[in-house]
């Protein structure tokens, strides 16, 4: 399976990185490339968790795709 992943530089220089179709799955890293190694393990302890207690697992049936818009 495959998530979609936020990601979002902190004011510190952190990557922050979210999972919208897992609701509370967040991590960081201090590289794009560590938080996305966090996002796998958080995704993984996050299905596990669901799976444990019978929760079905959350699908994307559509990928989320981001996009700037320009505002006066």
């Known amino acids: 399976m495959e998530y979609t992943v936020i990601l979002q530089?902190?004011?510190e220089?952190?990557?922050?990185a979210s999972v919208p179709v897992i609701p509370?799955?967040?991590?960081w890293g201090d590289t794009k490339e560590k938080?996305?190694?966090?996002a796998r393990?958080?995704?993984?302890g996050c299905?596990?968790?669901?799976?444990a207690t019978g929760d079905?697992?959350?699908e994307e049936p559509f990928p989320l795709e981001l996009a700037r818009v320009?505002?006066?």
């Open 9 to 11: 530089e902190d004011e």
């Open 13 to 16: 220089g952190n990557w922050l």
């Open 24 to 27: 509370g799955c967040h991590t």
């Open 35 to 38: 938080a996305l190694e966090n």
């Open 41 to 44: 393990e958080a995704i993984e």
């Open 47 to 51: 299905l596990e968790s669901l799976a």
């Open 56 to 58: 079905p697992l959350p």
């Open 70 to 72: 320009k505002v006066a």
